[in-house]
C-alpha cells in the first residue's frame, strides 16, 4: 500500500495535529506500508494565508504528483479539487464551529464551514474520539458507517521519559495557549501560590488575558511558548503534576502525553478527556477553581502517592494510547477506503 501523507503541520512551530501526523507517519512505516511524505519544508503553515496556499494549491499538487493508492489528510483540512485516488481525512474535533466564536469570521469560515463540506467528499473519515464522533455526527449529513474512531498515538520518547521531579516544584500545562484550553481556571486555583504554573504553546491573544488575571491573582505564571523536543521532555520529567482544565478537546495530546510519561495528572471532565483519561487519574469541573485548588494542594502535598498512582496506570497508558494500536486502526480506515478492509 502506498499512502500520501499530509505532513505540513509537521513543519515549523508543530502543534499536536503536528504530534500526529509525524506520530502517523512512523507508525504507518512500522507496519510496512509505504508513506509518501506531502510537505514543503520552506513554508510554514502556522500563518493564515501560507495555510491556505498549502491547503488549496500546493497539497493538492502534491498529492497528484505522489502517485499514491490513498492520500490522507491529516490535518483537518481537505483542498477543494477533488482527486481521482480515495482520500481519508482526519477530523480531529469540529471546535471551529462549536467553541471558536471569538476568532476572526474568515478563519471560523474555513476551519468551520468550508472545512465540513470538504469531509463530505472524503472516501473515509478518522476521527480522535467518540466524543469527536458524536460531534461531527450531530451536524447532519454523515454516514456514521464511513466514519472510524482512531485514537493518537503518544509518541515513544514521551512514553519513555525518565520521571526526575524538580526540587522547586511546578504544575504543567501543555498545549496552545487559546481560550478553550482554559488556564483561567488554574491561574485562579494557584492564586497566591509560591507554585508556578509553567504553560507551554505557542501563543494567541488569549495569553494576555491570562497574563492580566495571573497579576491579578497573585499567580505566578511562565510562558514558555514554543519549546523543542528535549525541552519538553525534560519539563515533563520535572513537573509535580499536569493539568488539562480544557472545556473542549477533540482528543487531549496533553493528557495523553502526561498518562504515557508517568506524569500525575489532573483534567477537565469535558468533552473527550473522561474517554481519554478513564479512571487514570481526577476529572473535575472546568470552572470550578475551589476544586482545582483543592486537587492540585492534595497532590502538592503528597508528591509520593501522586508518583506512585500515575506509576501503577502508566504501563496500561502506554499500551492503550501508544501508536502501535493507532497505526493498526489506520492501517484498517485505509483498507476500508480501499476497498479491501470490510464493507464500506
Known amino acids: 500500500m502506498r499512502v500520501a501523507l499530509d505532513l505540513q503541520l509537521g513543519v515549523g512551530t508543530a502543534t499536536g495535529i503536528g504530534e500526529y501526523a509525524s506520530g502517523a507517519a512512523a507508525a504507518l512505516r512500522a507496519r510496512g506500508i509505504e508513506v509518501v511524505p506531502l510537505h514543503a519544508p520552506r513554508l510554514d503553515p502556522w500563518r493564515f494565508d501560507r495555510r491556505v ?11 497528484l504528483r505522489a502517485g499514491a493508492d490513498l492520500v490522507h489528510f491529516a490535518s483537518g483540512t481537505m483542498p477543494l479539487l477533488r482527486l481521482r485516488a480515495p482520500s481519508v481525512v482526519t477530523v480531529h474535533d469540529v471546535a471551529w464551529l462549536r467553541v471558536q466564536g471569538h476568532v476572526r469570521p474568515y478563519a471560523r469560515w474555513y476551519f468551520g464551514a ?33 466514519v472510524d474512531v482512531v485514537a493518537p498515538g503518544v509518541a515513544s520518547d514521551i512514553a519513555a521519559v525518565e520521571r526526575r521531579p524538580a526540587a522547586e516544584p511546578y504544575v504543567l500545562a501543555v498545549g496552545t495557549i487559546e481560550r478553550r484550553k ?3 481556571v488554574a491561574i485562579r486555583a494557584l492564586a497566591g501560590s509560591r507554585t508556578p504554573l509553567v504553560a507551554v504553546g505557542p501563543p494567541t ?19 514558555r511558548g514554543y519549546v523543542g523536543r528535549a525541552e519538553l521532555l525534560a519539563l515533563y520529567a520535572g513537573a509535580a503534576l499536569a493539568i488539562v482544565p480544557s472545556r473542549y478537546e477533540g ?18 471532565e469535558t468533552s473527550s478527556l473522561p474517554e481519554v483519561v ?3 487519574a481526577p476529572l473535575l469541573p472546568p470552572d470550578d477553581a475551589g476544586a482545582w485548588r483543592d486537587a492540585i494542594a492534595r497532590i502538592l502535598a503528597g508528591p509520593a502517592a501522586a508518583e506512585r498512582h500515575a506509576a501503577e496506570v502508566r504501563d496500561a497508558a502506554r499500551a492503550r494510547l501508544g501508536w502501535a494500536a493507532s497505526g493498526a486502526d489506520l492501517e484498517r480506515a485505509y483498507r476500508k477506503a480501499l476497498g479491501t478492509g470490510g464493507p464500506q
Open 278 to 280: 478513564g479512571d487514570d
Open 182 to 184: 482554559n488556564l483561567e
Open 53 to 63: 496556499i498549502w491547503d488549496q494549491a500546493l497539497l493538492p499538487l502534491a498529492a
Open 251 to 268: 482528543f487531549g495530546y496533553g493528557a495523553a502525553q502526561a498518562l504515557c510519561a508517568g506524569v500525575p495528572l489532573l483534567a477537565a
Open 205 to 223: 491573544p488569549y495569553r494576555e488575558r491570562c497574563a492580566e488575571l495571573a497579576r491579578a491573582c497573585g499567580t505566578t505564571l511562565v510562558f
Open 114 to 146: 468550508f472545512a465540513l463540506a470538504r469531509y463530505r467528499t472524503a472516501t473515509r473519515i478518522v476521527v480522535d474520539s467518540a466524543f469527536s464522533r458524536d460531534e461531527l455526527l450531530a451536524l447532519g449529513g454523515f454516514d456514521p458507517g464511513r
